[in-house]
């Protein structure tokens, strides 16, 4: 029985990851669903806060699946005799770039008395 390179279990490791990413990505397509659907009715409950919370979780995770993908995808292309510090490596993102966040204040609309 043959032993596993490093860039067999690499591409291994990037598969198994691009199947997470893929999974995450069908479950938040369902929930997005869910919650669109909810709001063009009117209909917020606790499934649909509930909903909105995992929707939330599951964006979180797949941002960290591809960073890891994105990693993983780098140690496959430096070569092997060549050691990550020589090479150019992308720089990392800016963690300090705010997002301009609005908040919206949804209002129950009023009768009108007639």
Do not use: F
């Not at 990037?14 to 069908?26: C, N």
């Amino acid at each position: 029985m043959s032993e596993m390179t490093q860039e067999d279990a690499l591409r291994q490791a990037a598969e198994l990851v691009d199947q997470a990413v893929k999974e995450t990505e069908a479950r938040c397509r369902v929930l997005g669903q869910y919650v669109s659907h909810c709001d063009s009715n009117g209909s917020r409950t606790a499934g649909w806060s509930e909903a909105l919370r995992e929707l939330s979780g599951l964006h979180r995770r797949r941002s960290g699946l591809m960073l890891r993908l994105s990693l993983i995808q780098q140690a496959i292309d430096c070569p092997v005799d060549e050691s990550p510090a020589k090479s150019p490596m992308t720089p990392a993102p800016s963690r300090t770039a705010v997002r301009a966040q609005q908040q919206v204040q949804i209002r129950p609309r009023r009768r009108s008395a007639s």
